[in-house]
């Protein structure tokens, strides 16, 4: 059964994505549009945030699971300089090429068609994973799955940071993420602290990043294996 999205109704899905699942968006400009619209000029300093919480650093190996428009992978790609190397990966082949020609002239930030599910990766390749508001676009097995496959690829020691909806508090945010079906979006990851530490990650911390982000950071345990 594959996922649905809450914003399915705003942002259609891609025609031709890659096999899987989960739900793939198909219009890259509209979803930019969008987001920035919805974050209240915001969401630069949002993922700022999720940038610091990753601490990500000067030469690292970063990888960023459903990387969308690669709005974030060209923030880290920044980060980690010219001796660092930031990987997109997304399931939506739209994604991927508009993502690609916006960092045309980045040679440290690359992106590549494939799924969260079945990363083409070798073991222990990256020193971060992340990804943001990415998650709920995947039914529950598949996010267990994706977490795995997280976890396989990232270094012993190295960091996952995982982001996704939340709603703040005060009433008129909370009728403005009914609206558009961003509540259903939060609801849909609920479980993710706990499927993050269920697949033996460790060092679970949380936080947000407002208005809309919140996250879940965590370590690859060194004596340990995905369970």
Same mark, same amino acid.
């Given at each position: ?74 923030? &880290? /790609?920044?980060?980690? $300089?010219? =001796?660092?190397?930031?990987?997109? !990966?997304?399931?939506?082949?739209? #994604? ?79 009728? &403005? /993420?009914?609206?558009? $079906?961003? =509540?259903?979006?939060?609801?849909? !990851?609920?479980?993710?602290?706990? #499927? ?32």
């Amino acid at each position: 059964m594959r996922a649905h999205s809450p914003l399915a109704h705003l942002i259609p899905r891609s025609a031709h994505s890659a096999r899987t699942r989960g739900h793939t968006l198909g219009t890259p400009r509209v979803y930019d549009a969008f987001v920035n619209l919805f974050f209240f000029g915001r969401r630069r300093s949002s993922f700022e945030a999720l940038l610091s919480a990753a601490s990500v650093k000067p030469g690292q190996r970063v990888l960023d699971v459903g990387c969308g428009t690669g709005y974030f992978a060209r923030m &880290l /790609a920044q980060t980690v $300089g010219s =001796d660092g190397l930031v990987v997109g !990966v997304d399931a939506s082949p739209e #994604m991927i090429h508009h993502a690609s020609d916006k960092a045309r002239r980045a040679r440290n930030c690359q992106f590549q068609l494939g799924t969260a599910e079945s990363l083409t990766f070798l073991a222990d390749d990256f020193d971060v994973v992340v990804s943001s508001l990415f998650m709920h676009h995947l039914p529950t097995d598949l996010q267990v799955t994706a977490l795995r496959e997280m976890w396989r690829v990232l270094r012993w020691g190295g960091t996952l940071l995982i982001a996704e909806a939340r709603v703040p508090r005060a009433f008129g945010w909370q009728l &403005l /993420a009914r609206v558009h $079906g961003y =509540d259903r979006m939060a609801r849909a !990851v609920a479980e993710l602290e706990r #499927m993050v530490a269920d697949v033996n990650f460790e060092q679970v911390q949380t936080g947000v990043a407002p208005p809309w982000l919140r996250y879940v950071r965590a370590i690859k345990r060194a004596d340990g294996m995905p369970q």
